[in-house]
C-alpha cells in the first residue's frame, strides 16, 4: 500500500513520512517539489544512519492523490479548500485527517467550522466516494520526528467507512508503539480533534511538553 502525505514538508508531515517510509512506499507530497525531495533526503538520510530500508519518493500534490491509496492530508485547517480543490482524482481513496481547527489565545481553543468539525467540513468538500477517517489528531510533530523515541500513544479513529476505519487502524499499529481504536462515526471527529488543544493547555499551563493520550 502507497501512502500519500500532502503537506509531508510539515511538522508533522516530515515525522510521519520518516516513520511510514520505513514499514511502507510512502509519496511526500509538497506544493514544490524541490520541497518534497528534501524531506525525502532527510527520510533516506535518517534510515540510513539507522541501518533500515525506506521507500520514498516526491511528488505534486497531484500526483500523491493518483499514485497513492491512502492519503494523509497533513496541512493547516485554513488551507484545506484550497489544497482539496486543487486537486482531481479523490474518488475512492481513502483519506485521513489529522487537522485540528483551533485558535490561539489566552488559552488554546478549538474552532471547529459550521459542519462540526474538520473532518465533516472535508466530507463536504470532497466527492462523496472519497474514505474519509480522522487519525493522528494528538501526536506532537517533535514525537514523530525525534525518530528514536518510541511512540506510546493511542491514536482514535473515526469514520463511516468500516473498512477504510480498519485500513487505518492496521497501519496505526504498524508505526512504533501506536495503537488505533476505533472512536466511532465521522461525526464523532469533533471529540478527537478538540483533545488537542486541551493537550497543549495542559502542556503550556503545567510546564510539560508534547503531551498524548493512551487508553488503560
Ligand atoms: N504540528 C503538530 O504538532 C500537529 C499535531 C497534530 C495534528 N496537527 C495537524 O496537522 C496539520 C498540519 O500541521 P503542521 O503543524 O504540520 O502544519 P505546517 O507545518 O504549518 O504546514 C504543513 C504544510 O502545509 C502546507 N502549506 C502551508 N501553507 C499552505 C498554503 N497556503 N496552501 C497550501 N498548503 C500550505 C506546506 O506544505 P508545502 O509548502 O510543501 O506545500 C506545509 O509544509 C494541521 O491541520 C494540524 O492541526 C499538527
Redo the contacts with the bound molecule.
Sequence with gaps: MRVGI????????EGIAMRLSRITDVCV????LS??QGTCDACLMSAKECGVNCSVKAGT?QEVVEQSDLII?????K?LK??VESITGWEGKIVVS?????ERRESFVYTPPPEGS?ALYLQKILPPTTRICTA???????RWCDITTELEYSVPVCGDDQEAKQIVMSLVDRISSLKGYDAGPLSSSHIVESI?PLLLNIARFNKMKDVGIRFV
Design positions: 500532502i503537506g509531508g514538508t510539515g511538522d508533522i508531515g507530497g509538497s506544493r514544490d520541497k518534497a500534490n492530508l497533513a496541512i493547516p485547517f488551507h484550497t489544497t489529522p487537522v485540528n481547527p483551533m474538520a493522528f489528531n494528538n501526536i506532537a510533530g517533535n488537542t
